[in-house]
């Protein structure tokens, strides 16, 4: 299997600019997991999927990002519109439904300038 | 709020020794902890893991110990060898599929 295949790997966008971030999860995995990784505050769950259906999105920093999962082997985060703090690397990971470990991309580092 | 905390941003072993890298947790309701391997530009990769019932799983030169009462884990590596050279993050749950990281150590293992 690939493992779970993000893009783009590195994004750089203009402050207000609209940035999408993809995923294909591990083929079989119903779990689906959006991480974002800072300096300040290291690895935090943004949102996560099950069978597709949003279960938390509680670490959504705010109106601005949005998460969908249209199938089973596709999902974005997208931020709209985008600003410099924004700046991060973007994981998303996905697993079994109630497995012990979750599976990671290699990250999207965005950039908003 | 944290609930997973990795109070040492950074550690240096000399390689052939043990590398002993901690983790507090505040949420009683954890019941499941896992420790992931970072390299730059990688994504995080599962290393180990225990169950609260537990308290010490063994994976070749990677030890977990987990103490409930101190709401405390460690990951041992020993021993340590440079290609060990990462950012090691702790990670738990509990009664959900959310997992909470700390904000990881970087482990240096000097040749």
């Known amino acids: 299997d690939a493992g779970v295949i993000q893009s783009p790997r590195h994004e750089v966008t203009e402050m207000g600019q609209e940035v999408t971030l993809r995923c294909k999860p591990i083929?079989?995995?119903?779990?689906l997991f959006w991480y974002r990784q800072t300096m300040m505050r290291g690895l935090e769950l943004l949102i996560y999927?099950?069978?597709?259906?949003?279960?938390?999105d509680s670490g959504m920093p705010e109106d601005r990002f949005s998460a969908k999962m249209p199938n089973a082997s596709f999902s974005t985060l997208k931020i709209q519109p985008s600003e410099p703090r924004d700046s991060a690397v973007y994981f998303c990971?996905?697993?079994?439904?109630?497995?012990?470990?979750?599976?990671f991309g290699q990250g999207t580092r965005l950039t908003v300038v | 709020d944290q609930q997973v905390k990795q109070n040492s941003p950074s550690l240096s072993v000399q390689e052939g020794r043990i590398s002993i890298l901690n983790c507090d947790y505040t949420?009683?309701?954890?019941?499941?902890f896992l420790w992931y391997k970072k390299y730059p530009a990688e994504g995080p990769t599962f290393l180990i893991s225990?169950?609260?019932?537990?308290d010490k799983n063994e994976d070749g030169r990677f030890t977990v110990f987990l103490n409930k009462s101190a709401k405390h884990l460690s990951l041992h590596i020993v021993p340590s060898q440079p290609g060990d050279s990462a950012v090691y993050f702790c990670?738990?749950?509990?009664?959900?599929?959310?997992?909470?990281f700390g904000k990881g150590t970087k482990l240096t293992v000097n040749p």
């Open positions: 990670a738990a749950k509990g009664g959900s599929e959310k997992l909470v």
């Open positions: 083929s079989g995995h119903n779990s």
């Open positions: 949420n009683s309701m954890f019941d499941y």
């Open positions: 225990i169950s609260s019932i537990k």
């Open positions: 990971a996905s697993s079994f439904y109630r497995s012990t470990e979750a599976f």
């Open positions: 999927f099950n069978n597709n259906v949003p279960i938390d």
